[in-house]
């Protein structure tokens, strides 16, 4: 299989990239401070590179990378017809079903569900080209409290998802269940409540520990009865971070002078020690240790560094170096997204305070808060 290896700066490109991973088949993403790698394949490459264009994002790099490649640095015949025949079988796999994967399903079993699949005649080897995507949706959801079902190929995979209805008069008192509460603060964009009462709506603000579903239902009579509540709720999440920057401040510099202690020891007995006369008013201590001889005879030898230091004022020189300090202030804050998150929005305000400035950097992200 043909692919492209992109790299790109990661500084500002979390939109760009979630857009092309909703977009495309983007995989073995890599990041660091700098830049960002990650493997496309051969159909995307153009419009990948369109979009990079669009949104201004400068490709440092990108490189071809197929089976070709790899016969080239083969040096024997039987790795070049181990890649060739490897090759073969994979394209032919890609043609087949090899795996089934079911999301939603709560109280309808998988057996109901793979029943309707036998019927299909559908299994792990079936022809991706044999599957009749519309005539499976539709047996699916004849299957009783299936209210909706979408039925997807991705790769070797036939994923079906499942959406249960819930009747009032058909729900069971199983207990006492608590509400479904907010994990974060945020701001309401969908609702899909699978049961339960909602005390919610879209476009609320709500906070850590809000009740979002109550867990009750009433049924045709007007009867309370009590659920276990299940929604998916998703919202606006802001992640914020605070950076305060002095004008001046105060650091340690080393001034280069340096003392050093050593001692000889045999399995910790001490056998020889050299003590230096430590003049330094201010000094930090850096102690390393290692064998001169194997573990069998263990003597080791033991250094005491001690490097002088004096405190010194320094200008921070905010303005000039105000881009390394948002950066420093942006990355504190994607430290608390997680890898799932959608990254909508990033802002940040710089104010002054007396002698400090502070930074304060918001990233929006979208994320289930159920």
């Not at 036998?118 to 009749?132: C, E």
Request: aromatic share 10%; proline share 1%; net charge positive.
């Amino acid at each position: 299989m043909k692919q492209y290896k992109f790299i790109i700066p990661s500084l500002n490109t979390e939109k760009i990239l979630n857009k092309l991973i909703l977009q495309f088949d983007i995989f073995d993403m890599k990041k660091d401070e700098k830049t960002c790698s990650f493997f496309c394949k051969s159909k995307d490459k153009k419009n990948i590179e369109k979009i990079l264009k669009q949104y201004g994002v400068k490709v440092e790099s990108k490189s071809y990378y197929g089976i070709f490649k790899q016969l080239k640095n083969a040096s024997s015949l039987g790795v070049i017809i181990g890649i060739v025949i490897s090759t073969i079988l994979y394209i032919i796999s890609t043609f087949f079903i090899n795996d089934v994967l079911l999301i939603g399903n709560l109280s309808i079993t998988s057996k109901e569900i793979m029943e309707v699949l036998d019927n299909h005649n559908i299994n792990k080897w079936t022809l991706k080209s044999a599957v009749n995507l519309e005539s499976l949706k539709n047996d699916l959801q004849k299957i009783k409290y299936v209210s909706y079902a979408s039925v997807i190929i991705k790769g070797n995979a036939i994923i079906i998802n499942i959406k249960e209805q819930l009747t009032n008069d058909e729900v069971v008192n199983l207990g006492v269940f608590q509400p479904l509460v907010a994990k974060y603060d945020g701001k309401i964009t969908s609702i899909k409540l699978i049961q339960g009462t909602l005390k919610c709506k879209v476009g609320d603000i709500v906070k850590l520990g809000d009740v979002l579903v109550e867990p009750y239902v009433y049924d045709s009579n007007g009867d309370k009865l009590s659920v276990q509540p299940l929604a998916d709720i998703i919202c606006d999440v802001w992640i914020t971070t605070r950076l305060e920057v002095k004008d001046k401040e105060i650091k340690k510099i080393k001034t280069g002078n340096i003392a050093k202690d050593y001692s000889i020891t045999f399995m910790d007995l001490n056998l020889f020690t050299q003590k230096t006369d430590i003049k330094f008013k201010n000094f930090m201590v850096e102690e390393n240790e290692k064998y001169l001889t194997n573990y069998i005879l263990p003597i080791k030898i033991k250094y005491m560094t001690y490097s002088e230091y004096e405190y010194c004022e320094i200008n921070t020189e905010f303005e000039k170096n105000k881009d390394k300090y948002l950066n420093q202030t942006r990355q504190m804050s994607l430290l608390n997204v997680k890898e799932y998150d959608i990254i909508k929005d990033e802002s940040y305000v710089i104010n002054k305070q007396d002698d400090t400035n502070i930074i304060v950097y918001t990233i929006t992200v979208n994320k289930l808060i159920t």
